[in-house]
C-alpha cells in the first residue's frame, strides 16, 4: 500500500481498461463497463489516481484494432501517472507470481500495482481469484466491487 498519498491510487489492468469495447449486451461485461466508467469519472475529476507501468504499454500495443489501441494510449497518456519505483523488485516479485501460476503479464500487473497503488482493479475473475488466494499485497477488487466499496454512482 502507498503511504503518505492523499489520493488512493488505483491500477486499472488491461482487461479493465479494454472493457468498454467488449461484447455491450452481455449483462455482466455492461455492468463492468458502467463501473470502468464511474472510475475513470472519478479519476478525471481528481478523486482518485490512475496508475500505468510499462506492462501496459506493451499490452496495449499488441491490440489488433487501431481505434482501440489508440483510445487506450491517449486514455494512458492522459490520465496515467507512471511513479518511480524499484524496477528489479517488481520483476523478483513477478517472478515469485509467475511460480505461483500467474500469468506472466498478470504477474507484472500485480507485481507493479502491489509496489505502486493501493487498489488493483480487474475484471479478470481467476486473477482476482488467486491474488485472494496468495495474499498479494494490494486490494484486488473487479469494478463493480470497486465501486459499491467506494459508493459511486
Known sequence: MVVGTQKE??????????????????????????????ILQSIQNGRYEMITSPVHVKEIEAIEDVHERMELMVLLNRFGLRPVC????????????????????????????????????????????????????VLSLNPVEFCVRENLR
Open 9 to 38: 491510487r488505483l491500477y486499472l489492468d488491461v482487461c479493465t481498461l479494454c472493457r468498454p469495447f467488449d461484447d455491450q449486451t452481455v449483462m455482466r461485461i455492461r455492468l463492468e463497463t458502467d463501473a470502468y466508467y464511474l
Open 86 to 137: 524499484d524496477l528489479l523488485k517488481v520483476r523478483k516479485r513477478a517472478e515469485q507470481l509467475y511460480l505461483l501460476k500467474f500469468g506472466v503479464a498478470d504477474a507484472a500487473h500485480v507485481a507493479f500495482a502491489e509496489e505502486t497503488a493501493d487498489v488493483f482493479i480487474s475484471c479478470d475473475d481467476k486473477l482476482l481469484k488467486k491474488c485472494r488466494k496468495n495474499g498479494v499485497n
